[in-house]
């Protein structure tokens, strides 16, 4: 265990964690002073006991939900992986490699950050489930079975993953488990704004690309109404109920000169609860 590429890892996640464990040379001394005394098989169980005094005793429910961030950052740090390293996919060199490069190493640190987290609070992390990035529920032969071979194909599956993420994230915050604690809830925060900055370059990356846009959509760093800008159906439920307009029982619609239905659906994002992503993502997952 590289506890110091982790601890690297996971500031990049939450800067002040070390802060939290005093210093980071104090965090260090002090884990390799105990894990010096330990059996190998338990150090990670040392490790986590280190984000006790960072983030406290989390109940079961906030464990849980942070599980269900794991799985999901899972599938994408994979996503993200397996791209870079098929030789068949045809990712430009310059820009589009390198931010696929560093969208990638972002998740990677975000399934750090929240297995250190989830071990702090008690919990034990979810195993990572064996992916079929295909669409096809293990079959690997589903709508999406030429991401990696095909440039737009994997852009558009991107896409997807970044905003369902961003709306997953953001149908956890406002839970009571989630709003009784605030270092947990401002963990979850800071991970729901990278994606949604992840999601906005992918768009624009695909905007760039033109591949599977449906002719007359425009895509946008946004989502307007409930539309995908990708040409198949097979992502739509990623998108349902975007098309909001009425915010807190408010219309936004003509609120302002200029605000039509297009422009006040854009101008909110509208959450998913944890079923809903969890059935658009489960063709993703072999059984």
């Known amino acids: 265990m590289n506890v110091k590429h982790i601890l690297s890892e996971i500031e990049k996640v939450d800067p002040d964690v070390c802060g939290r464990l005093d210093t980071r040379r104090d ?3 002090g884990f390799l002073k105990a894990s010096g005394k330990v059996a190998l098989a338990s150090v990670p169980i040392l490790f986590g006991s280190m984000f006790k005094k960072a983030y406290g005793q989390s109940s079961s429910s906030v464990v849980d939900i942070l599980n269900y961030a794991l799985t999901l950052e899972y599938l994408e740090a994979e996503f993200y992986s397996t791209a870079l390293a098929s030789q068949a996919l045809p990712i430009p060199a310059g820009a589009p490699r390198n931010a696929i490069t560093t969208i990638g190493a972002h998740e990677t640190a ?26 096809g529920s293990g079959s690997n032969d ?18 997807t ?3 369902t993420g961003v709306r997953a ?18 963990v979850a925060l800071q991970i729901h704004s990278v994606e949604a900055r992840h999601a906005s370059h992918i768009r624009q ?12 959509v425009n895509v946008k760093p946004w989502i307007t109404g409930k539309q995908s800008g990708i040409d198949t159906t097979a992502v739509q439920a990623s998108y349902n109920g975007e098309e909001l307009t009425t915010q807190a029982t408010v219309n936004i ?3 302002a000169p200029g605000i ?26 072999a059984p």
């Open 253 to 255: 619609v003509n609120i």
């Open 27 to 29: 965090a260090m001394k």
């Open 260 to 285: 039509d239905a297009d422009i006040a659906s854009e101008a909110f994002d509208e959450p998913l609860t944890k079923e809903q992503v969890l059935d658009i993502v489960k063709i993703f997952i």
């Open 161 to 163: 993953f970044e905003d």
């Open 169 to 186: 994230y953001k149908g956890q915050a406002a839970m009571d488990a989630l709003m009784a604690n605030n270092d947990v809830l401002q």
């Open 110 to 135: 975000h399934v750090a950050y929240l297995k250190a987290a989830i071990m702090g609070a008690g919990g034990t992390p979810v195993t990572k489930p064996t992916f079929d990035f295909s669409g």
């Open 205 to 216: 990356m695909r905007k760039a690309n033109g591949s599977l846009v449906p002719t007359g």
């Open 142 to 159: 589903g709508p999406f079975k030429d991401a990696f071979t095909n440039y737009g194909l994997f852009l558009a599956v991107a896409q």
